[in-house]
Every structure is written in structure tokens, then in C-alpha cells.
Nanobody, 114 residues
Framework: VQFVESGGGLVQPGGSLRLSCAAS????????MSWYRQAPGKEREWVAL????????GYRDSVKGRFTISRDNAKNTVYLQMNSLKPGDTAVYYC????????WGQGTQVTVSS
């Protein structure tokens, strides 16, 4: 099982980024997928999830209305569209299965700063 996250970067408050996570080594379309993040000095936290078919999503309260999770099962890829970014969103972002979590990828750094 492998996850390769990409799309992070430095963005000003109020800006947007779209993260991608390419998954391999398992039957991607049968798993609920999630995004997680870890800020400096803090524990990793769950951000959003999407059902295996993509018809149901869930978000932590602090990102509701700003972040959108989606997936393309033909490409074994899950996305996170992040709008109206805040400095508090600064973290390394990871994807993983929501259950039966596998080894973490390298993540992608998101820095929100003016």
C-alpha cells in the first residue's frame, strides 16, 4: 500500500490549493478515504472523508464550507480542494484509508502565511 501526496505550497491567507493523493497497492474503490493533517508540535488530526463511491462526505468543523474532498476511482486518486485558507490550516497533509489505515506517505506541506 502506498500513498503519494502532492499539491501543497505557500499561500497567502484567503488563498486556495488543491491537494492530490495517488494511492496504490489495494482496491482503492472499495475503501472510504480520508485526509489528515499534522501541524508543528501537534498530533495528526482527521480533516475529511469520502465514501467509496464518492457520494457521501464528512468534514471536521473547522474546515466545513471551505474544504471539499473528492475522488476519481478510475485514477485511484483522492483530492482536497482548500479555499479561504487560514494560518491555522498550516500543516503537513496526508491521505489514508479511513479504516484499516496503512503506512503514511510523505505528506505535502501546506503553509498559509502573508
Amino acid at each position: 500500500v502506498q500513498f503519494v501526496e502532492s499539491g501543497g505550497g505557500l499561500v497567502q491567507p484567503g488563498g486556495s490549493l488543491r491537494l492530490s493523493c495517488a494511492a496504490s497497492g489495494f482496491s482503492f474503490s472499495t475503501y472510504i478515504m480520508s485526509w489528515y493533517r499534522q501541524a508543528p508540535g501537534k498530533e495528526r488530526e482527521w480533516v475529511a472523508l469520502i465514501s467509496s463511491g464518492g457520494d457521501s462526505t464528512g468534514y471536521r468543523d473547522s474546515v466545513k464550507g471551505r474544504f471539499t474532498i473528492s475522488r476519481d476511482n478510475a485514477k485511484n486518486t483522492v483530492y482536497l480542494q482548500m479555499n479561504s485558507l487560514k494560518p491555522g490550516d498550516t500543516a503537513v497533509y496526508y491521505c489514508n484509508r479511513y479504516t484499516e489505515r496503512a503506512s503514511w506517505g510523505q505528506g505535502t506541506q501546506v503553509t498559509v502565511s502573508s
